[in-house]
Nanobody, 126 residues
Framework: QVQLAESGGGSVQAGGSLRLSCLAS???????MGWFRQAPGKEREWVGS???????SYADSVKGLFTIPRDNAKNLLYLQLNSLKPEDTGMYYC?????????????????????WGQGTLVTVFS
C-alpha cells in the first residue's frame, strides 16, 4: 500500500524559505509525483509536479520560487519554498501516481496523482 508522509512545515517570516519532505513507501519515487496546497477557507490547488523523466511543471503562482527536487536513493520528495509570502500559508500535501507507467510532468501527470499524504502546515507571517 502506497504511503506518503510529509514533514518540514512550520512558521516562517515572509521572505524566508522552507524545505518540505515527503517520505514515500511502496511507490517508485521515479513515478510521477507532485505537491498540492490548501489555504484556509480555500480549495486545494496544485503547486507542481515532477515526472518520471525528471521534468517539472509548476503553477504560475510559484514558478521561479518553488522547486521539487527528489532523492531516489532515500525515497524522499522535496518541495523547496523560497521567498515565501503570507498567501503561501496553508496545508501542503504530497501526492503520487501509484501506477507503473512512466509519465512526464504536466497534465498527464496531474491526472494520476491520486494517493495523498496527511499534509504539513506552513504558516508565513509578515
Amino acid at each position: 500500500q502506497v504511503q506518503l508522509a510529509e514533514s518540514g512545515g512550520g512558521s516562517v517570516q515572509a521572505g524566508g524559505s522552507l524545505r518540505l519532505s515527503c517520505l514515500a513507501s511502496a511507490v517508485n519515487l521515479r513515478n510521477c509525483m507532485g505537491w498540492f496546497r490548501q489555504a484556509p477557507g480555500k480549495e486545494r490547488e496544485w503547486v507542481g509536479s515532477i515526472g518520471s523523466d525528471g521534468s517539472t511543471s509548476y503553477a504560475d503562482s510559484v514558478k521561479g520560487l518553488f522547486t521539487i527536487p527528489r532523492d531516489n536513493a532515500k525515497n524522499l520528495l522535496y518541495l523547496q519554498l523560497n521567498s515565501l509570502k503570507p498567501e503561501d500559508t496553508g496545508m501542503y500535501y504530497c501526492a503520487a501516481d501509484p501506477g507503473l507507467v512512466p509519465r512526464v510532468a504536466g497534465t498527464e501527470c496531474f491526472r494520476y496523482l491520486v494517493v495523498w499524504g496527511q499534509g504539513t502546515l506552513v504558516t508565513v507571517f509578515s
